[in-house]
């Protein structure tokens, strides 16, 4: 039940003073629907304003001048209107391109004084303004502020406007109980949070817009802490369930026996953990995380070879079709050939397949079924489901994953993510999970020769891929748009497989995009898969989950337009045979210095995990382009890259307080959970899961 004290935080925006009918859909666009919802949204910059004469005004400065009207000039030949003004040093120009009419002339009729502020800008050696920010009379000249705090603004809500609003909702929230330990911020320098959260929106320099500032990092911190709390008690909530011991196997062990290759140290410690998990009588909920080609899917096939041994099922279900035909035939040899029965289950069973998989299922003569969405439809029964393994889990909703787990009892949750992470960044996406990393790949992998090229190296680049396919390769090109239009030269898919058909042939050259139905998308890259269509071209709908061993070149075109992670996800469709391959970025110069830096940490090293740190360095500038993992959290006032040397330690403070205070009884737990109903994290950690 939430406290009275956040009631006020906690009524919608239409109860703040001047939010009536228009403002408010306005609001809550940028904003939300709520009162906190505006007190969360801090300014972005600042407006200084000097107070100078006409004479020392400096181009580009905001300047506040006490003029004169002399004229009103109206607008000819489409120009702006414009009045003529003097001060102590002389005459200036202030312009209005819209907005302008009989209403200035009432206003600002000519002889009346006023106080005028708004950007300083020389034209012909003439002083002008256009728009001025404030031209008010002399009397009011105090509610020109000489530092002024600039918010994210919409069409029809200004910046003031808004930030009216935010002293508003400013005004709404009380002192509340510290939830905080007194000693961590007394080392931090941390204000209390009232304070804090007024210095968020009265910032007395750019200093203090900073993410470092200490009252930015104090708020940041309590949003770390409420998501952490959620997550930190999700987990705990998980692990309480009780779930039948499963021991190790000699299932597993001879399948392991049976494979051509030696597993990696990275894949026996995640075994191991797995293990660990299924014999401790407790629901596992465990992340397997691991760059692409370490081979996550061999790990857990061995695990479900345990749970087989113990009388028991699994189930691997991947986002599409050809996924789930691909992790079928991964794993359905090596376990057919220790005596274990795989099905695979797809929206293509019909009739009688289909009735004799679910049979199969229901009776648990079939100990692992690989499928798609599927495998969690009403019909589909098991005899004893204890396993469920999720691939690109962040392609599921908390709902689909959950549909399937409830096909048994306390089943356990084994989750893969071939996109590797900075560990601090687990924390966030993956807090409430256990993780295992594989951050070695298998030996034999080739290396993928990385190389950049401009855009003028078009031909060469076509020339080189007709010659690779009319000797066998097969080849993706990869576009960041679907189609061509008036608004981007960016490049499109649908141009460029055209123009690549006429080069190479018709037959040679296929087409997939995110806009496609479907059936078609996967007709096509099965026919990519089997070898019997030489070049994809495609958009990033291609960059996880597809294995086609035979293709060994990759190009990627205005490849400065995506992330870094991105990138690396893309190169990695190729490499994973036994043949030399090649990724080529195609970008157009001149390339701007985090673009530049972007491309040559792709050349240097093929390492995911290493990638992703370099990612997150770069992002943290501020890159528009860097990475942005799929079910990252909805934060308000932290920042993954900026703060993230407290995430750990939100974590770590997190279990703690749990350890000692399961229940939040205590004093400071009874705070915390003002904290958790402030941020309203459990809700958000389950639409964030969803997402």
Avoid at 297 to 323: F, H, K, N, Y
Avoid at 374 to 394: G, T
Avoid at 579 to 593: G, I, N, W
Wanted: proline share 7%; hydrophobic share 45%; charged share 25%.
């Amino acid at each position: 039940m939430r406290p009275e004290i956040l009631f006020p935080l906690f009524a919608s925006v239409s109860t703040l003073k001047g939010v009536g009918t228009k403002v408010q859909p306005l609001i809550e666009k940028i904003a939300g629907p709520l009162v906190r919802d505006v007190l969360f949204m801090g300014p972005q910059s600042l407006i200084r304003r000097r107070r100078t004469t006409s004479d020392q005004a400096r181009d580009g400065e905001v300047v506040i001048l006490n003029v004169t009207v002399e004229s009103h000039a109206p607008p000819r030949g489409g120009g702006p209107w414009r009045i003529r003004v003097f001060d102590s040093a002389g005459f200036l120009t202030l312009n209005w391109f819209k907005g302008y009419g009989q209403h200035l002339i009432d206003t600002h009729p000519v002889g009346a004084q006023r106080v005028v502020s708004g950007k300083a800008e020389h034209f012909n050696d003439l002083l002008q303004i256009s728009h001025p920010d404030y031209m008010l009379i002399p009397d009011r000249a105090g509610d020109i502020p000489e530092l002024e705090a600039v918010y994210p603004a919409t069409a029809g809500l200004p910046s003031r406007t808004i930030r009216k609003l935010a002293l508003g909702a400013l005004e709404r929230a009380a002192e509340l109980p510290e939830w905080q330990d007194p000693a961590w911020m007394a080392r931090e320098r941390f204000p209390g949070w009232h304070a804090a959260i007024a210095a968020l929106h009265n910032p007395g320099g750019e200093g203090d817009l900073a993410p470092q500032a200490s009252a930015r990092r104090r708020l940041a911190y309590d949003e770390l802490l409420a998501h952490q709390l959620a997550l930190a008690q999700r987990k705990a909530a998980r692990k309480a369930e009780p779930s039948p011991p499963i021991p190790p196997g000699d299932l597993a062990d001879r399948a392991e026996a049976a494979l051509p290759y030696k597993l990696t140290g990275a894949q026996i410690r995640a075994l191991s953990e797995i293990r660990g998990d299924l014999a401790s009588g407790e629901r596992m909920s465990r992340l397997i995380q691991g760059d692409v080609g370490s081979g996550k899917t061999v790990v857990c096939m061995l695990a479900m070879a345990d749970v087989a041994a113990a009388g028991r099922q699994s189930a691997l279900m991947a986002p599409t079709e050809i996924l789930a035909r691909q992790h079928y035939e991964t794993i359905a040899a090596p376990l057919e050939a220790v005596g274990l029965r795989v099905v695979l289950l797809t929206g293509r069973d019909k009739g009688g397949v289909r009735t004799e998989k679910l049979m199969a299922l229901m009776d648990g003569t079939a100990a692992v079924a690989v499928g798609t969405h599927a495998l969690f439809q009403d019909d589909v029964k098991f005899r004893k489901l204890s396993l469920a393994v999720i691939d690109e889990q962040h392609r599921f909703g908390v709902n689909d994953r959950r549909r399937l787990q409830e096909k048994g009892d306390a089943v356990h949750l084994l989750a893969m993510s071939a996109t590797p992470i900075p560990r601090t960044l687990e924390l966030t996406v993956f807090g409430d999970l256990d993780v295992s990393r594989i951050d070695e790949k298998p030996p034999g992998r080739t290396p993928v020769a990385t190389r950049a090229s401009p855009m003028t190296r078009l031909p060469e680049v076509v020339e080189r891929l007709r010659a690779a396919v009319a000797g066998g390769a097969q080849a993706f090109w990869i576009c960041p748009m679907v189609a061509e239009n008036d608004m981007t030269e960016l490049a499109a898919a649908e141009a460029r497989a055209a123009t690549l058909a006429k080069v190479l042939g018709p037959g040679k050259v296929g087409l997939v995009h995110g806009q496609m139905p479907s059936a078609q998308k996967d007709a096509v890259m099965t026919e990519f898969a089997e070898g019997r269509l030489p070049v994809l071209v495609a958009t990033t709908v291609v960059e996880v989950g597809v294995n086609v061993p035979n293709a060994t070149i990759m190009i990627i075109e205005q490849a400065e337009r995506f992330g870094l992670a991105q990138l690396h996800q893309l190169r990695g469709r190729v490499g994973r045979g036994r043949r030399e391959s090649a990724c080529v970025l195609l970008y157009d110069p001149p390339l701007s210095e985090t673009a530049q830096k972007r491309l040559d940490i792709l050349r240097r090293t093929d390492d995911g995990f290493l990638i992703a740190e370099k990612d997150l360095e770069l992002r943290g500038g501020g890159d528009p382009l860097g990475l942005k993992q799929s079910g990252f959290p909805a934060y308000r006032l932290a920042d993954p890259a900026a703060h993230r040397d407290m995430i750990a330690v939100a974590a770590d403070d997190a279990r703690l307080i749990l350890a000692r205070d399961p229940d939040l009884t205590s004093e400071r737990g009874k705070a915390l959970r003002v904290l958790q109903e402030l941020f309203d994290w459990r809700a958000l950690s389950a639409l964030n899961d969803a997402g």
